[in-house]
Structure formats: C-alpha cells, structure tokens
C-alpha cells in the first residue's frame, strides 16, 4: 500500500518515500514542562502516534522521537514562583505529560531527547553556522542572519514584511535585521546556564529555543530526517527558523516532509487563556476516559482545525460502548481473533484511508462498516487490528464498561433487583437500587438491548 502525506513544503498530498525503506525517521516538536498539558498539547501527540503505529505497518523499522524542552524561560519564570529549582519543574512536567499522555493511549516514542543533554550539540552546530558566515555575535548574544539564507521563507511561505509585523519576532537593538532571531544567550547566575565559546570575554549562556530541535535531530538522524511534524502553530518562526538554521548548517534540507496538525477549538471558539476556555487534559479525564478523548481527536482530519464540545465527547463514548459491546457479545471468538490480529494483512477502504494522509475520519466510517462482519476469526482480527492502528479497543470489554475494583456481582443483583421491581410497578423499590448503584459509582443506562452499566467518571 502507498502512502501519502500533505507536505507543507510543497504544498501538495506527495506519495511518501523514505531515504531508506530499511529504516523510516521521524521528529515531532514535543511539549515546553513548565505546565501541565491542555487539549491543544494533546492533539499532536494522538496524531502522531496513530502516524508511527501506520508507518510500523508499513515500513521493517521506524525510529520516532519527541523532544522535551527543558530549558526555557517559562519554565524559569515557573521555577521562581514557586521558589525551587528549574530542573524540578522540568521534571515534575515531564511526568504529568508521559501521565496524561499515556492516559491518552500516546505511546512514548522509540528516543526522547532532551535540551540540556545535547548543549555540546547545540554549541558546535552554532560554531558551523558562524564560520560559514549564517551567525554573528551581538551583545552578548549569537544570531542567525536571516539575510544569509536566500530559501528563508520557503516553508511558511512568508514575505519578509509579514515576518517583521507579525507575532513573536522579538526585536532588540543588537540585531542586524529585525527577523534575526537568537541562537545562544548570555545568563545570569540566577538562571540555568554553560560554559559558553562565544563571545569576545566568553562566560555563561543558554540556547535559543529553535536551534535545539535542529541539533537533537542531526545528533539522532543526521542532517535530514524522513517526517518533521507539529502543530501549526509552530510552522512560524520555529520551523522556518530550524529549516534555516539546519540547511545552511549542512548543505541539505532538515526534512523531506513537513507534517501539520490543526488547531484546537472550545465550542466554536479559539481555545486561550484570554478566552478562560482552556481545558487540561487532567481536568478532561475526570470526566471521561482517556480512549473517549483520544477518539474526539480522531473524529476530524488532522490537518483541519477541530471543534472540540461536550457534545463530540458523548458521542465518541456512545462510540466506543458500541464497539466494546460488539467485541464483548462473544468473548471467545474475540480471544482467538486478539490472538492473529497483529499478523493480519488490511486492505480496503479503512487502510486506503488512514494512507490517504491519515484520514481518521473517512478510516472510522470505514471501522465501522467492518464491524458488521466480524462473526469469523478473519473477520473480527481485521476489525481489531484496524482499531488497533488508531490506538483504539486495546482494553478488555469488561474493564472497558466496569472498571477495576467494583464487585460486578453485587451490580448485576441490583440492576435485576431494580428490573423486578420496576415490573411489579414498585417505583420506590427500584430507586432504592438505583441510589445503592449510583453510591457505588455505578452508572446505568436502560437500552431496548437491556441494562447497561458502567463505572460512573
């Protein structure tokens, strides 16, 4: 099966072809820890990992990483907040993402690099860029020279006066031209810092915020990377400036792919903190769980911006409790099909889809269909393993509508205890088994099927 995926650089669905079939690379801009993460973080993350479980269908090995940005001044300004060291808020970050994440059904990529790991990298790819005249020293500080790169701009596809009026180019009085944007800067003792060769008097500094991702990638990858991926946000300045910085670095392109995932909206508005609308991931699995989430985020193309509402989460359990109820009818036969399923060929229209530039929503509709034929072995291990690739139906059925530490005997006396009762029309009696359910966390739905139950969230 061919694979294809809109490139961002060329503006068009390209058919995908790796620098080596053997061994497929991929990058994707990992999380800031200074906080813990909201629904926007989370969107990336579930695309990209329903991309490398497609490209591990696909391809013998893939090597995926996501970095994590430990060192930067939100971080700082957290660190002093709270009074403790920088690194403690990093760490403390890093763990409530890989939590919530996980929580998600993401899996942890195959190499997690992080910033302050590879200074040496980011140091010597600085003292490249200088002699090959792309750098300058300023004020302290090491700058790229935009003005050294005639293909700046190709990615965002920017004219340079948008690039100076638009957001989050920093001007200062240092700089050559007001698209430079920082390699290295100089810190004081309060700050994070090292030892640093730049400068007439060298002394302590810390890395700008886009030559890391550059440096981790020729360090685990060489100079090109097969996929480069993120969110749209970051396709200016980041990516622009690691394109930059990387191609003229090495002589060749830091990626033969750019990969963009849409931004998240709350109920037909832009999720901000202006707006008082940002939702954590922490505060959404309080009320759903973390398989209902990940399927919202897959119930839209990935590159399309998604309206994330109440509405599209119960409909993504109502979902799921179809699915698990389907797998659930015949525990055997789903058993035996669990067991062949990760050996099991797809074609079709569910794979057609996910490799038409991981269209989830047309490969849903299409896991749907397969659904209704799934009374063989053959059948349900198709219908598992399509699941599988977007990281869905990995629980047991029972876990699934029960949960863990509940005594499911005592559940299914009382909800028949409330049947008969409410057959002999009394009403008091079946709420009084409803009430000792809903005390112990138990929620119940009556369908023309019967009785469904769950653990309440």
Not at 171 to 191: G, I, Q, T
Not at 213 to 220: G, R, T, W
Not at 304 to 311: K, M, S, V
Not at 388 to 406: A, I, N
Request: proline residues 5%; glycine residues 8%; aromatic residues 8%.
């Amino acid at each position: 099966m061919k694979l294809y995926l809109y490139n961002t650089q060329s503006r068009i669905k390209d058919l995908f072809v790796p620098q080596n079939a053997a061994h497929v690379s991929m990058y994707v801009c990992g999380p800031t820890v200074y906080g813990p993460a909201h629904i926007g973080n989370a969107r990336p993350a579930v695309v990209f990992d329903v991309l490398v479980r497609l490209l591990r269908d696909l391809y013998p090995k893939v090597t995926y990483a996501r970095n994590i940005t430990d060192v930067d001044d939100k971080i700082n300004a957290k660190a002093a907040e709270e009074g403790v060291e920088i690194s403690e808020i990093a760490a403390r970050f890093t763990d409530k993402y890989h939590l919530d994440m996980g929580t998600l059904g993401v899996n942890l990529p195959d190499i997690e690099p992080y910033a302050t790991q590879h200074i040496s990298e980011i140091q010597d790819m600085i003292s490249a860029l200088i002699a090959k005249g792309h750098a300058y020293e300023a004020d302290g500080h090491v700058l790229f020279d935009v003005n050294s790169d005639p293909d700046y701009g190709s990615l965002s596809r920017r004219q340079r006066e948008d690039m100076i009026a638009g957001a989050r180019v920093e001007v200062a009085s240092y700089k050559r031209n007001p698209e430079d944007f920082v390699l290295w800067k100089p810190s004081p003792d309060d700050l994070p810092g090292w030892p640093s060769p730049f400068g007439a008097e060298p002394g302590r500094g810390r890395p700008g915020w886009h030559i890391e991702c550059s440096a981790m990638i020729a360090a685990h990858f060489g100079p090109t990377v097969d996929i480069h991926g993120g969110g749209i946000d970051l396709q200016f300045p980041h990516h622009e400036n690691e394109c930059a910085q990387s191609r003229c670095a090495h002589d060749a392109p830091l990626a033969n792919y750019w990969l963009h995932n849409g931004m998240l909206n709350m109920s037909g508005e832009k999720m901000s903190k202006s707006l008082g609308n940002v939702r954590l991931v922490e505060e959404l699995l309080a009320d759903y769980p973390g398989e209902v989430i990940r399927l919202a985020l897959l119930q839209g193309h990935y590159r399309q911006p998604i309206d994330f509402t109440p509405d599209l989460l119960q409909q993504s359990r109502r979902n799921l409790d179809k699915l698990y109820g389907l797998l659930r009818e015949d525990r055997d036969l789903t058993e035996k099909a669990r067991q062949v399923s990760a050996t099991t060929q797809l074609d079709g229209e569910f794979y057609t889809s996910l490799c038409d530039d991981l269209n989830t929503p047309r490969a849903l509709a299409a896991l749907f269909e397969m659904a209704k034929t799934t009374s063989d072995v053959q059948g349900r291990a198709q219908f598992i393993k399509a699941a599988s690739l977007l990281g869905l139906l990995l629980k047991d059925p029972d876990d699934w509508f029960h949960g863990d530490g509940v005594d499911a005997t005592k559940v299914e006396a009382l909800i028949a205890a409330r049947a008969e009762a409410r057959k002999a029309k009394d009403f008091a009696a079946a709420d009084a088994a409803r009430d000792e359910l809903t005390a112990m966390g138990v929620s119940i739905e009556d369908t023309p099927d019967g009785t469904i139950w769950r653990m309440a969230r």
